[in-house]
Structure formats: structure tokens, C-alpha cells
């Protein structure tokens, strides 16, 4: 019989105690020995829930315990986690993680720990939910160089604009709405500021090139400032607003950004809506693979903690080697990034839409202008490909010219232009 202890009794630490009770026979099965919890560490009672008798407030109880060979990790943050996890896998105990923050941090140190000690630190549930991406970039395109990454990786966002776009909701009213269902946290900001999605972008970096991606170092953008207008904007160019991770890896460093981007109707990016998520894989050989499911959720996150359980006892004394050293791999500044945007700029109410196109085509060149019906104080066009430092600099001609008063927004075009 394999014991495993539970740090953390939230959504998905519940969760996984549910598909281990639920899927029992089959998991144990598969695992080739029987799996029980036989500690669950939580700072609350939980009168009534069927696991006081293996509760514990004390976190050395399942550190020093010979019996428990695993342990899930499902706390959250970095703090205690980093200090928990390092601590229990320096005992010889293998631990698996939905934490995405941690891994992002110090997963480098602590696959390094894990190969030293001949055991396990797995993260499958850490990005994508219960889509198997790590599991596949570290064994099923293993043969390949990957040369992109790009993709949906957060639910919350997702959600909301698709509500935004189908249904024309303010931003608001659906956070507000995504909170009471349950997909957004009491304080939003690691989805909607787009923090959440760096991290895992930063995850799936790191093990495609086996080296140190630093989430601090990609550019990062969240969707508090799209609006009904810029929507609106993209369904009149066929196309729908997402809010995506985009990573291109060349010999020397990593163009990385996260932002919401325009993403085609051709595109299957753009048929991915409410809480599901997409990642597209380029590899030199296979060339386009994409991972799709929901990318949250009590549930399927915790199928894929329980997945990586079972890899940890079917592997005692035995280290399923994840490839990422600590060496550092140079994300590139994003104005050197080169791509074409939807800007949206106001002007003079009333102003003459000839005089305005042409002053945008002596700066821009030949690009045309749209604007929304009845509205006659802004208007928008979509730039060619330039570096995005190239751009900035011809906005503020724009403005120093008189034809924009403001810059509204600047969305990035996702998909082949971006480069």
C-alpha cells in the first residue's frame, strides 16, 4: 500500500481526496498498489467532511512520518510552500504540485533536489488544469526542438471575454459574476493583470529549452483595460480578443509576451470561449500540436494531481527526469518584438476622416482606417509588422501632429503576422 499526505484542504486539495475515493478501484489499479491518504494538513476543522481523523495542524507529522512516501502540495504561494516542499524532499519523500507560482520560482532547485534523492517532484496540474501538456513536453515530444509556444492558459480571463464578446456584458458585471461561480478568486489580479498566465508560459518555456525562463522578465498585460469598443473593433476585422501567451524560441533567447491579442475567426484559438483553454505547440519535426480542455476547475485539476500520484508509486526509488537546469535563458525585451496591432485613437469630434487618413498614411504608409457606425470621435486601423519600439515612436508623431489626441489601445495580432 502506497500512503500520501495532502498539504492544504481548499478546491483542488479536496478535490483530489474526492478522485481518490471516487475512482478507487481503477486508480489503484493502475498504480498497482493501493493508494490512501493517510494525512490531510490544514490550519481548519472540517467538521462533517469524513477526514478529521487523519487532520493535522502540524506539518512535521506527515515530515516525519516513514509511512508517507508522497505528498500532494496544494496550498498555494510560495510561502510555506517552497519551505514544506524542499523540506519533505530532502526527507525522500516525492511530491506533486498544482502550484504554479512555486513551480515557476524554484522548479529548477527542486527537480534538481528530486533527481539527487532518486524520487519525484511533478506538476502537471501546475498550467493547462487537467490538460496533459507537462506530461507531453516531457516525454512525448521529447524528439523534437520546440520552436513556439503560444496558447488560452487561463480560464478566468477566458471566461470573461467571451461573455464580453457574445453577450456585449461590461467587464464588471461578468468578473463580478465569474467570482460567485467560482472561477475567480476574492482579489482577481493574478487573472485578470495576466500574472497567472505569465507563470505558467514561464513553466512551459522553461521545460521546452531544459533552462531557467524568469517569469519577471515577460512582458506581461492583462485585460482590465479592453472594452466594448475594441471588441467591436475586432469583430469588424473578422476577428475576437483573447487574452494569450505567446513564446518564440530562437538559438540565442526567448521572444515571451502575455497580452490580449486578435486572434482570426479561421483560427481555432478563436473557438475556444468561457473557461476552456488552448495550447498550440510548434515542433521542427512534428510541426503544429494543439492541447485543448478545461483549463480549471476542482475537478479536472485535481485528476491531473491524482495522474502525477500514480506516477510517483508506480516509480519508487525511480526519478522521472524532468530536463531544466538552472541556467538562465534571455527572454528579449518586447520592444524588439515584432508584430502589427489594431490601434484605436481619438480625434477632434467631427473631424474630417480624408485629412485624417491621410495624415496617418504619411507616418503609417498605406494602412485604412475604420471607425464604428455613428461614432465620430475615434477612429482605428491596423499597423504593418514593425518592432513594437518602432511603433511607439510613430504614435507619439501622431499625437505631436494633432490627428490623435490620445492613444486608446494597442492590441497585438496573434497568429502568423506576429514575428
Known sequence: ?????????????????????????????????????????????????????ILTKDFNDILNDNDITAVVETMGGVVPAYDFVKKLLLRGKSVVTSNKELVAKHGAELLSIAREKNINFLFEASVGGGIPIIRSLNSSLTADEITEISGILNGTTNYILTEMTQKGRGFDEVLKEAQNLGYAEKNP????????????????????????????????????????????????????????????????????????????????????????????????????????????????????????????????????MHFWSSEKRRIFPIEDNICSKLVRFSCENGAQKDKITSEVSNIFGGVSLIALPGNFDEYAFVSEEMRERDLDEKLKLLIKSGTAKEILSKIRIEGAREK
Open 189 to 320: 489580479d493574478a487573472d485578470v493583470l495576466g500574472y497567472d498566465t505569465c507563470r505558467k508560459i514561464a513553466i512551459l518555456i522553461s521545460l521546452a529549452i531544459g533552462q531557467q525562463a524568469d517569469f519577471e522578465d515577460i512582458f506581461t498585460e492583462g485585460i482590465t483595460k479592453i472594452t466594448q469598443n475594441d471588441i467591436e473593433y475586432a469583430k469588424m476585422l473578422d476577428c475576437v480578443i483573447k487574452l494569450t501567451a505567446n513564446a518564440r524560441i530562437i538559438e540565442n533567447g526567448v521572444y515571451a509576451r502575455v497580452s490580449p491579442a486578435l486572434i482570426s475567426k479561421n483560427h481555432p484559438l478563436s473557438m475556444v470561449n468561457d473557461v476552456f483553454n488552448a495550447i498550440f505547440v510548434n515542433g521542427n519535426v512534428i510541426g503544429d500540436v494543439m492541447f485543448y480542455g478545461r483549463g480549471a476547475g476542482k475537478l479536472p485539476t485535481a485528476s491531473a494531481v491524482v495522474a502525477d500520484v500514480v506516477a510517483c508509486v508506480r516509480s519508487l526509488n525511480r526519478n522521472l
Open 1 to 53: 500500500m502506497a500512503e500520501i499526505a495532502v498539504l492544504g484542504y481548499g478546491t483542488v486539495g479536496s478535490g483530489v481526496v474526492e478522485v481518490l475515493r471516487t475512482n478507487q478501484r481503477s486508480i489503484d489499479k493502475r498504480a498497482m498498489q493501493p493508494i490512501r491518504v493517510r494525512r490531510v494538513l490544514d490550519l481548519r476543522d472540517f467538521p462533517g467532511s469524513g477526514i478529521e481523523r
